[in-house]
């Protein structure tokens, strides 16, 4: 069909917004818009030929809370998850504290940053470092997929055409010990962030994540697998090896400068040594 020179379309349900979708193809769901208009300085902004704003549909605005997840629908603002408070994971809120400033994270959403095509934003560490599921559905098919699938392209989990990121299911687990640091960097486009999460029962490490957000996702989950299962607090050769498995893990799994290596390492370097004797 020929579509007119642009068009904005406002659907109330899937049903109008697959539709919609399927007569014209190329059409953009917009969010917040804040990625869409990203660096226009003009008087007048360049919009895609043909919109789905997204905001008329009211399931991706939902935040429902059970014992064990929070559900967050994709139209959230990044501001409304920060102000549910306690309950957000720590390294979560933090994240979200940490994105540009109060204004854009009132309009930006979490569907939007997740969905963000260009490049990996802030949320996707987090994330894929506590297991949060993604609801992605399709005119005809609705599917989860787990966020470290979704960040890592080259496994094809992420979005294919006209498909639509719904909702977040964040795990609500205890951490005993978590950090978020994200490394200051010139360019906003292209943050790195490290993820550190420990979780102990009677003085055992059960669990251990470490995930580092660069251009992708890293977590090495073999070092990690040493770990778990360990006394705390760690000896300090058990520390010491840890540093070390992450650095031959680095020098296999991922190019990256000296100073970006070393940056990181002694972030892993800090938090691990403060589990250990
Ligand atoms: C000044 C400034 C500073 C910033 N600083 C940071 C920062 O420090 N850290 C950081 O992480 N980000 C930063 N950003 C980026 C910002 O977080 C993102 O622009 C924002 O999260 C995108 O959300 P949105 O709702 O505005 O998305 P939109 O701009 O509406 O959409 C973004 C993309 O996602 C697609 N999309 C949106 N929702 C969905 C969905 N539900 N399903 C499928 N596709 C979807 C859209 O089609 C579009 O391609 C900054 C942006 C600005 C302008």
Redesign the pocket.
């Known amino acids: 069909m020929d579509a007119p020179l642009s068009q904005v379309f406002f659907p109330a349900s899937f049903h109008e917004l697959f539709s919609a979708w399927s007569r014209f193809p190329d059409a953009?769901?917009?969010?917040?818009?804040?990625?869409?208009?990203?660096r226009q300085g003009k008087n007048t902004l360049t919009l895609p030929p043909i919109i789905l704003c997204?905001d008329k549909l009211e399931e991706?605005h939902r935040i429902t809370r059970t014992e064990r997840y929070l559900e967050i629908g994709?139209?959230s603002k990044?501001n409304q998850i920060y102000r549910l408070g306690k309950i957000v994971p720590e390294i979560f809120s933090a994240c979200l504290e940490?994105?540009?400033g109060v204004q854009?994270r009132n309009?930006?959403?979490i569907?939007?940053?997740i969905?963000?095509?260009a490049r990996l934003?802030?949320?996707s560490a987090p994330l894929a470092a506590l297991d949060a599921l993604f609801e992605i559905r399709g005119a005809h098919s609705s599917r989860w997929v787990s966020s470290s699938r979704f960040f890592t392209t080259d496994e094809g989990a992420s979005?294919e055409s006209q498909?639509?990121?719904?909702r977040i299911r964040l795990p609500l687990d205890q951490w005993d010990y978590s950090v978020y640091k994200k490394f200051s960097k010139v360019d906003?486009t292209d943050?790195e962030i490290m993820v550190f999460l420990a979780k102990t029962q009677k003085n055992i490490l059960t669990d251990l994540r470490v995930v580092f957000k660069t251009n992708t996702i890293l977590r090495n989950k073999a070092g990690e697998g040493l770990l778990i299962g360990k006394h705390l607090p760690l000896s300090r050769k058990i520390a010491g090896d840890f540093v070390q498995n992450w650095l031959e893990f680095l020098d296999e799994n991922h190019e990256m400068s000296d100073f970006t290596k070393n940056e990181l390492i002694n972030c892993i370097e800090i938090n691990i040594f403060n589990l250990s004797e």
């Open positions: 953009k769901p917009y969010a917040g818009g804040t990625d869409i208009v990203w997204l991706l994709a139209m990044l940490n994105i540009a854009l309009i930006a959403t569907g939007g940053n969905c963000c095509p934003l802030d949320t979005l498909e639509l990121l719904t906003i943050s």
